[in-house]
Nanobody
Framework: QVQLVESGGGLVQAGGSLRLSCAAS?????MGWYRQAPGKQRELVAS???????NYADSLKGRFTISRDNAKNTVYLQMNSLKPEDTAVYYC?????????WGQGTQVTVSS
């Protein structure tokens, strides 16, 4: 069973930055971040493959950057120029042909 451990959420003022981390217990092909705001559906933020190919939500390109350290089985999400509308629970996801696993979620709150 794959386990994901997330960290890095919190409260930040608009315009600030946060970095989220998610460590997986094993190496897994694709890791990513999703978010879910109150009353909204969960949506993709960004994902990255083991080879470094990335996929971003169009609306977040330029402000958010996803990266990973394969040696640590860890994915990062650098979030800059945060806006109140970025407030959500952010979930780490890890998937390949064997697994599709979610983290417990970490709250990001951006105050205006």
């Amino acid at each position: 069973q794959v386990q994901l451990v997330e960290s890095g959420g919190g409260l930040v003022q608009a315009g600030g930055s946060l970095r989220l981390s998610c460590a997986a217990s094993i190496s897994i092909a694709t890791m990513g971040w999703y978010r879910q705001a109150p009353g909204k559906q969960r949506e993709l933020v960004a994902s990255i493959t083991r080879s470094g190919s990335t996929n971003y939500a169009d609306s977040l390109k330029g402000r958010f950057t996803i990266s990973r350290d394969n040696a640590k089985n860890t994915v990062y999400l650098q979030m800059n120029s945060l806006k109140p509308e970025d407030t959500a629970v952010y979930y780490c996801n890890a998937k390949d042909y064997r697994y599709d696993v979610w983290g417990q979620g970490t709250q990001v709150t951006v105050s205006s």
